[in-house]
């Protein structure tokens, strides 16, 4: 089953080589500095970001669109949510297209 066509991220974050915590706080950050709608693709080794990711996502409340594995490899793009939406919005369950 092939996943669905990724939407084009806006930013790059390049984590490899960094280990947790460290992904996810450079993670809030640059969403901190990104505008609603727009998409942070995360680049990642380390495989805790495989459960930490979705699980700053539920708690920041912004949408996890896509998660993928390969060669060791982590892909997540993340999609700021607008501040309004989040007010309201439930947490997102499982993470979307997930593959390894």
Do not use: H
């Amino acid at each position: 089953m092939s996943l669905p066509e990724a939407p084009a991220p806006d930013r790059v974050l390049d984590t490899v080589g960094l280990f947790c915590p460290v992904p996810i706080i450079k993670t809030a950050q640059a969403m901190k500095a990104m505008k609603p709608g727009e998409i942070l693709l995360l680049i990642a080794d380390d495989r805790g970001v495989l459960v930490d990711l979705p699980a700053w996502c539920r708690m920041a409340k912004e949408e996890l669109v896509q998660m993928t594995e390969e060669a060791a490899i982590v892909r997540a793009l993340v999609r700021k949510t607008d501040p309004a939406r989040r007010a309201t919005s439930s947490g997102p369950s499982s993470p979307p297209g997930m593959s390894s």
